[in-house]
Each structure stands twice: as structure tokens, then as C-alpha cells.
């Protein structure tokens, strides 16, 4: 199979999940209460937003304006249907964009969030944009894939390297993030849970849906398996690596 076919077959099964990557409400909400003394209805930016799992829970929480931004015009797409579907059209607004080349004006959102989105990037250049969006004393959360033990198996390294070959473990990261023009305010790992309900659950059904409708396509059917391997191998793959969310203040 081309490798257009395989990621058209990739959207088919990820643009139509609530979220493209781990996290839930209560792993928002928990990030969220680190970020003391935000304005009433802040302004707020999303790198790496997806179909907006997170930016619709962050207009709910905050009250607040989401400008929520991917590199994927598809996915913004889906958001912006999301949005209206919601009634949100006024509060979260999509916008095709690159993280590392926004034409947004400077300093001048509340909160800089991104779930999932920085390994693209690197960590570095990831703060660097943030911290260019960010008002002087706004917040910065975000989530990043991480090592829980800075010698894991090399099996498990390898498998990383093709795709983040700069992820480290959550002390480098904040070490990164206080090396970056932040002050660090908290870090947690999501839970096994914030990967199951709105990600891996939904990411089942869907590639069984799409199973049934490429039922005589075997080409297809590969794909499918192929990328039903992840949610499969994430009981063993978690005992080496997680998801921390890193919370953080821009120091001036
Ligand atoms: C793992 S998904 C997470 C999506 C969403 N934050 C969530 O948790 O559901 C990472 C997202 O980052 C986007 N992305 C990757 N590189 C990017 C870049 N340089 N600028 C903007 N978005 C990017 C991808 O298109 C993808 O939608």
C-alpha cells in the first residue's frame, strides 16, 4: 500500500477520535489548578491542538478564549465543526499554523497549553515559542511523552529514537523548562486512565468500525492492525515510559 493511502487510513482513524493523543478532564483540570491567579475568561493558546479534546475542556474550565492551532488542516477543520456543532465558535478558534512559526501577536495570551504536540518540535524550540505568546507572568502547561528511568531498555530507545530522539525523562524536561525562561510550578504523570477513556477506548471502536467497512481490503486491513499495535502494546510499553504535564510560570 502508497504511503498516501496508509495516511489517509491514519486520518480515517484519528481525526475522528474526541482527542489524538492521552489526557481527560480531570488530568486538565489538575494542570489548570497549578496556574494560580489566571484572569477571569484568560486568553489562551493550544499548540498542537488536534481536533481540540483539550481546547473545548479549556473554554468549559476557564470561561475563557481558546486560540487553538495544528499544522494539520484537517484537524482544524474537524475543530472548527466541533466548535460551531458546541455553540463555542466565538470562544475556541482554529488556526492552521506552524508552532514553530506563528504570526500571532506577542505576549499577549494568559496561558500557553499544548498536550502532546512538543516532541514535533523538541522541548527548546517548543518554550521558545511559548514564551513569545505568553504575557509577562502567564502559564505554560503542557504534556510530553518521557522515560521513567533515564537507562531504559534499549529495545524501548530504539523504538523512540525514530520518532523523539531528544525525549528524556521528566527531570530533563523541567530542568529544560527552567533553563527556558520558566519558573517550574508542578509535574504529574497521567494516569493509566487518561489514556484508556478518551483515547485508547475510542481508538479501538473506531479501527473495528473501519475494519468492518475495509473488511475486503486486505491492504487495508493491515493498516488497521498495524496501528491498533499501539493501544495493544501500551500495558508493557508503560512500564518504561508515560506522559508527564509539566507546569510552568514565565519567570519575567
Ligand atoms: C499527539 S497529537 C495531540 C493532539 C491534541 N493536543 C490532543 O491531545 O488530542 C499532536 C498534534 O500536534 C500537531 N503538530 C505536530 N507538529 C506541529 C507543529 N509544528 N505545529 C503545530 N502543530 C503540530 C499534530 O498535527 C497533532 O495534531
Redesign the pocket.
Known amino acids: 500500500m502508497d504511503d498516501a493511502r496508509s495516511q489517509e487510513l491514519f486520518l480515517e482513524v484519528f481525526l475522528a477520535l474526541p482527542?489524538?493523543?492521552p489526557?481527560n478532564r480531570a488530568t486538565a483540570k489538575q494542570a489548570l489548578g497549578l496556574c494560580t491567579g489566571l484572569p477571569n475568561a484568560p486568553r489562551i493558546l493550544d499548540?498542537?491542538?488536534?481536533?481540540g479534546?483539550?481546547s473545548f475542556l479549556l473554554a468549559e474550565l476557564t470561561g475563557g478564549t481558546v486560540t487553538a492551532?495544528?499544522?494539520?488542516p484537517a484537524?482544524v477543520q474537524r475543530l472548527s465543526e466541533r466548535a460551531a456543532e458546541a455553540g463555542l465558535q466565538d470562544r475556541v478558534t482554529g488556526l492552521v499554523?506552524?508552532?514553530?512559526n506563528l504570526r500571532l501577536e506577542p505576549e499577549s495570551f494568559d496561558l500557553v497549553w499544548?498536550?502532546?504536540?512538543f516532541y514535533?518540535?523538541g522541548i527548546p524550540p517548543s518554550l521558545q515559542a511559548s514564551r513569545r505568546f505568553l504575557k509577562p507572568g502567564g502559564w505554560l502547561a503542557f504534556s510530553d511523552c518521557v522515560y521513567r528511568s533515564s537507562d531504559p531498555p534499549a529495545e524501548v530507545r530504539a523504538t523512540f529514537d525514530v520518532e523523539y530522539p531528544t525525549m528524556g525523562t521528566a527531570e530533563t524536561v523541567n530542568a529544560l523548562v527552567a533553563a527556558g525562561g520558566f519558573e517550574p510550578a508542578g509535574r504529574f504523570t497521567l494516569p493509566d486512565e487518561a489514556w484508556e477513556e478518551d483515547f485508547y477506548v475510542p481508538m479501538r471502536l473506531r479501527i473495528d468500525e473501519l475494519k468492518r467497512q475495509y473488511a475486503a481490503d486486505s491492504e487495508a486491513l493491515g493498516v488497521l492492525d498495524a496501528i491498533a499495535q499501539e493501544p495493544a502494546g501500551y500495558p508493557e510499553l508503560s512500564r518504561h515510559v508515560a506522559y508527564e504535564f509539566f507546569v510552568a510560570r514565565r519567570s519575567d
Do not use: K, P, Y
Open positions: 482527542r489524538q493523543g489526557g499548540l498542537g491542538c488536534g481536533t479534546g483539550q492551532v495544528d499544522i494539520l484537524a499554523g506552524d508552532i514553530a499544548s498536550e502532546g504536540a514535533n518540535l
